[in-house]
């Protein structure tokens, strides 16, 4: 079975940093893109960026880029969004999911359980 | 970016009833569109890819239609545990997009 297992919730201060990650099974990490989503609370689902673990090639939303940083342990199958320093308005629901089909251009499939991180002062 | 507009925003429906939802584009995507549902606290769930294409086990009630820059979702005869909200994903360029939700509420 293909399952992504997202770390637990996180509470922060702003200024802080934080990396959450996501470990992926059932399947070869090296052969799908992973992408990351952040959903607001109360909002919709805004993609973030994705990752191909077997070379780390990356690509970033125009909204997030040079705000988080999206990287893979290949040899321990896991995707990771970084944060350098978190805000308030960080605090959302994350989610990886994994990009169906050996290409970019394709629909995400299986979703993590999400991870809450709440940036507070 | 595409954009996607989804609507309505939300809607109020009864067991059985019909329910379409629809999603426009601000360019054409060809087929490129997934259609997913999320309940209350759970992570979005794939329902239709390929604009028309059913997932592996989604129930046939649930449909996909549509190409270019007019898409919808329709679900036949809407059951207790279809009230979610849906939203609507373009994958033909990046950045990806999504649309920005229906709610189904029951009436």
């Known amino acids: 079975e293909v399952q992504l297992v997202q770390s637990g919730a996180e509470v922060k201060k702003p200024g802080e940093s934080l990396k959450i990650s996501c470990k992926a099974s059932?399947?070869?990490?090296?052969?799908?893109?992973i992408g990351w989503v952040r959903q607001m609370p109360g909002k919709g689902l805004e993609w973030m960026g994705i990752i191909h673990p077997g070379d780390s090639d990356t690509t970033y939303s125009p909204s997030f880029q040079g705000q988080v940083t999206i990287s893979a342990d290949k040899s321990i199958s896991t995707a990771y969004l970084q944060w350098r320093s978190l805000k308030a308005s960080d605090t959302a629901m994350y989610y990886c999911?994994?990009?169906?089909?050996?290409?970019?251009?394709?629909?995400?499939?299986?979703w993590g359980q999400g991870t809450q991180v709440t940036v507070s002062s | 970016a595409i954009q996607l507009t989804q609507s309505p925003s939300s809607l109020s429906a009864s067991v059985g009833d019909r329910v379409t939802i629809t999603c426009r584009t601000s360019q054409g995507i060809s087929s490129a569109l997934a259609w997913y549902q999320q309940k209350p606290g759970k992570a979005p769930n794939l329902l239709i890819y390929?604009?028309?294409s059913l997932e592996s086990g989604v129930p046939s009630r649930f449909s996909g239609s549509g190409s270019g820059t007019d898409f919808t979702l329709t679900i036949s005869s809407l059951q207790p545990e279809d009230f979610a909200t849906y939203y609507c994903?373009?994958?033909?360029?990046?950045?990806?997009?999504f649309g920005g939700g229906t709610k189904v509420e029951i009436k």
């Open positions: 390929d604009a028309s």
């Open positions: 994903q373009q994958f033909n360029n990046y950045p990806l997009t």
């Open positions: 059932g399947y070869s990490f090296t052969s799908y893109w």
């Open positions: 999911a994994r990009l169906v089909g050996a290409t970019m251009y394709n629909w995400f499939d299986p």
